[in-house]
């Protein structure tokens, strides 16, 4: 077994002196191309990384779901007829403040959410123990790997018949409600619905899906990830000031959504929008198009055509989005002077981490080179890993 599922089969029976029914995993996800667009109704083109969190589970006879996890010594108890006191209040103002660990929230709220997709299902109490090596808060969606699991496992438990694209809801209702983190469904589509060596492109209008092949492994490609340990937040400041700007910016140019504007509508929008809306604007507009070329130039010519793509979009959410930090603009810029295909900062923005497509063979002499430009700028050493594009949520036991 994965010393990780391990882990949280130990956890497990720790806390109930007995063997858990099942163990489920999902991955953490890397996003190629796509940033700020989720939310716009636009286009995303995550991979799933071989990182995962598995959730252990097995029935309890009460209506009692537990929660633990490595992270707190203390497991969370609530009983599940409590789950819509505890979740169920107006968007934003979930989690009755203090009255569950923030932790807790993402698998509880897990719960709540599929109870509520699938009404009036007779449910039996639940435990269940999570460990993961996916690394928190680094832009690889620790979050949506702990909702992907704990989805997957209880709708086994509770034969829910959850499709992967319910299930994926299910998390993304979690977290914008449960935990009050305003996220949209990239993550838990991609962390849900990975395959080996393949992105999901991901329309988030629709939540139509398609596999498209990253030819990463033929073409002995790496991802490396640079991880700044610059700590961002989604619950707090630039993720929700963004938010609004593309709201304000959709408003204004009356459509619904940011995904109705093409780059042929910028110059008219540059009219009708303050400068800093503008740009907002136009970081969202430009990486739909660029999904989109990413998409067409990875079918058409394969992994090593997408590096002046990926630049763009890192060039402009720094200067467009102005989501980068000097930490990811160094981390870039190192990679791609010692020869990386393309690198652009991911995630959320204000920190986490960059990624760079590099040849594997000049992997060490990138990362070498990374370390080096961090050294010289005075900023901590990054944290740098390689993540290979790998499968979605699983049943490990
Ligand atoms: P990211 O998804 O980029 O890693 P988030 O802030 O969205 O960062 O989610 C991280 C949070 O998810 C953690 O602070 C914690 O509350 C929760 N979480 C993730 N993995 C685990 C885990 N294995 N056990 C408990 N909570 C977890
Ligand atoms: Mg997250």
Not at 237 to 244: T, V
Not at 248 to 264: E, I, N
Request: hydrophobic share 45%; glycine share 10%; net charge negative.
């Amino acid at each position: 077994m994965n010393p990780t599922a391990q882990v949280a089969a130990s956890l497990f029976s720790e806390l109930t002196g007995a063997s858990p029914d099942s163990i489920w995993s999902a991955p953490g996800r890397a996003n190629l191309i796509g940033e700020h667009t989720d939310y716009n109704e636009g286009f995303v083109l995550p991979f799933a990384i071989e990182h995962r969190t598995y959730a252990a589970v097995g029935r309890r006879d009460d209506g009692i779901i537990r929660v633990a996890s490595t992270f707190d010594p203390n497991p969370v108890e609530v009983a599940i007829v409590e789950l819509s006191a505890l979740f169920g209040g107006a968007a934003g103002e979930a989690v009755q403040a203090g009255s569950v660990p923030e932790w807790a929230a993402y698998p509880l709220g897990v719960a709540w959410a599929a109870l509520a997709r699938v009404p009036n299902s007779a449910v039996t109490g639940v435990d269940i123990a999570i460990a993961s090596d996916v690394p928190i808060g680094a832009g690889l969606s620790s979050s949506a790997a702990i909702e992907g699991a704990t989805a997957a496992a209880l709708d086994e438990l509770w034969s829910l018949d959850l499709s992967l694209l319910d299930m994926a809801k299910i998390g993304r209702t979690a977290e914008n409600q449960a935990v009050g983190a305003p996220t949209g469904i990239m993550d838990q589509v991609s962390s849900i619905m990975g395959e080996y060596d393949a992105a999901t492109f991901l329309d988030c209008r629709s939540y139509e899906t398609q596999p498209v092949d990253l030819g990463f492994a033929r073409e002995h490609l790496s991802v490396l990830v640079i991880d700044t340990k610059v700590k961002h937040s989604h619950s707090t400041g630039g993720y929700g000031e963004r938010r609004a700007s593309c709201e304000l910016g959709a408003r204004t140019l009356g459509v619904s959504a940011l995904r109705d504007v093409t780059v042929a509508d910028l110059e008219r929008a540059k009219t009708l929008l303050d400068d800093v809306t503008f740009r907002r604007v136009a970081h969202v507009v430009t990486e739909n198009q660029r999904v989109l070329d990413t998409v067409d130039t990875l079918r058409a010519e394969g992994p090593r055509a997408i590096g002046g793509l990926l630049v763009a979009s890192h060039v402009s959410m720094r200067d467009d989005f102005e989501i980068s930090v000097p930490e990811l603009d160094t981390a870039v810029s190192a990679a791609l002077d010692a020869g990386a295909v393309g690198a652009r900062m991911t995630g959320g923005g204000f920190g986490g981490a960059a990624i760079a497509v590099v040849e594997v063979d000049k992997l060490d002499d990138t990362k070498a080179a990374v370390a080096d430009a961090f050294d010289r700028a005075g900023f901590v050493e990054p944290h740098q890993f390689t993540v290979t594009p790998s499968h979605g949520v699983l049943r490990d036991a």
